[in-house]
């Protein structure tokens, strides 16, 4: 019954897609008070394609190490984090063994450690998590509504659980490791053969631990058939092995501002895990006067090197130790949390309606325009994918607490988190919670618009 269809040439019926057109929001981008705290967080993201199996990353000691280059010698003691992101691909179409991302910790001293697992999630891109195409925001309340594996790590992690795979705690008996996580990233039976894994983990641990995450492609029993790597299958390759390739294109060190930059993809322990901030006028302050009718400002929320949107604000994690070839920041920050505070006062004669909402403007270092730029159309390249919380007050001062889920493409306006109607000289706490996704591309910035 569609036979009629073949008689007409589709892309004739369909018209084109209007190109882009740039429009400029006058606006004052302001730097994002607070800073970074003291957690460290094992970040291993480079390679972030993992073709040849070895050490991902190892914070270990170079000490009876085959390659001691491939051991930075950090322990963590007490809050430290987790982040893994990493991509399995068949090097050939008949080449589909399953690759496994290992991660063990290490207890060095001769007393017992226990390492609490406080928040942990870890999903594949196929089957858990794929990428499909969402409305630009969906109502995520109840945690189901994600895109890709880093969407649905961070929402979960947003809502402080702990995925049943992982352990509530380790006991690491003193000289001895175990096995934090040993999981596949199988490809077979996949079109095309490649699967990713993301993977983000919170703990607490008694004393002084080492870590590392590793790559290995599955073991196989007589039979033929896979099986996962034994915790001494990993302790060789940690032993004995070298870092794991193809490595990714080495990055552009900060001082060469007059190259084009290669941020280069993260391997080592940054400085940070959690971005606290009371947004007001000033310090010392307790309010945030909201701007006047038909006005708005701006936050940088991820700005970095040559995206710094006119702040001069550089908000990505320092390397406390890292690989030579490996980023020499954060860049991105993903996994990190940004918990924004908001005591919005309307200090005007009249009542104001408030927007607030999560932009994502064209990337720049020093503003070219009067404001930020966006486009009125943007194409489909998507820099934002994931779970924002709002917690406010409503207009009828009932306390609410929304998770929205976001998907922003370059120079996406967004749409808003919340309205508020806010009477005379009344004051609305608003809170914004994001956990940086894997996969975005920064910077975004968090605006505040009276409406006219």
């Known amino acids: 019954m569609f036979s009629f269809l073949l008689n007409f040439p589709i892309a004739q019926t369909i018209p084109p897609t209007p190109a882009p057109v740039e429009v400029v929001q006058p606006q004052q981008v302001r730097p994002l008070p607070g800073e970074l705290d003291d957690v460290p967080v094992f970040n291993s993201n480079s390679p972030e394609l993992v073709l040849k199996e070895g050490i991902l990353l190892s914070t270990f000691p170079a000490r009876g190490k085959k390659v001691s280059s491939a051991h930075l010698n950090f322990a963590f003691k007490g809050r430290f984090d987790i982040f893994a992101h990493h991509v ?99 490809v077979k039976e996949l079109d095309p053969p490649i699967n990713g894994r993301s993977t983000l983990i919170r703990l607490r641990s008694s004393g002084k631990v080492y870590a590392a995450s590793l790559a290995m492609f599955a073991p196989t029993n007589i039979d033929g058939s896979e099986r996962e790597p034994t915790l001494q299958e990993w302790q060789n390759l940690l032993d004995r092995g070298d870092l794991a390739g193809p490595r990714d294109k080495a990055p552009t060190p900060p001082k060469d501002t007059e190259k084009p930059i290669i941020y280069g993809r993260v391997s080592g322990v940054a400085k940070g895990s959690q971005w606290n901030s009371l947004v007001v006028d000033r310090p010392k302050k307790t309010y945030l006067t909201i701007p006047a009718s038909g006005q708005a400002f701006s936050y940088g929320i991820a700005t970095l090197h040559r995206g710094a949107l006119g702040t001069n604000q550089i908000q990505t994690a320092k390397m406390l130790v890292r690989y030579p070839d490996t980023a020499y920041y954060a860049h991105g920050n993903y996994g990190i949390l940004y918990s924004l505070q908001l005591p919005l006062l309307n200090k005007s004669q009249q009542p104001q309606t408030v927007k607030v909402s999560l932009q994502t403007p064209i990337k720049e270092d020093k503003l070219s325009k009067n404001g930020l730029r966006f486009f009125d159309n943007p194409e489909k390249r998507v820099f934002f994918r994931g779970t924002v919380r709002v917690r406010y007050t409503d207009d009828r001062d009932v306390p609410r607490t929304t998770y929205w889920h976001l998907v922003q493409n370059r120079g996406d306006k967004g749409e808003a988190l919340v309205m508020l109607n806010i009477k005379p000289g009344s004051k609305r706490l608003v809170e914004v919670d994001l956990l940086y996704p894997p996969d975005a591309t920064p910077p975004q910035v968090l605006t505040v618009e009276t409406v006219r």
């Open 88 to 186: 399995a691909k068949a090097s050939a179409p008949d080449d589909l063994k399953t690759l496994y991302l290992g991660i063990i910790l290490h207890n060095p001293s001769k007393q017992t450690v226990t390492v609490d697992v406080l928040h942990a999630a870890s999903y594949l891109s196929q089957p858990d998590a794929p990428f499909i195409d969402l409305p630009s925001q969906v109502s995520n309340n109840l945690g189901t509504v994600f895109a890709g594996p880093g969407s649905r790590v961070m929402s979960n992690i947003l809502r402080n659980q702990r995925q049943s795979t992982f352990p509530a705690q380790l006991i690491i008996p003193p000289g001895e490791s175990r096995i934090l996580l040993n999981a596949p990233i199988p």
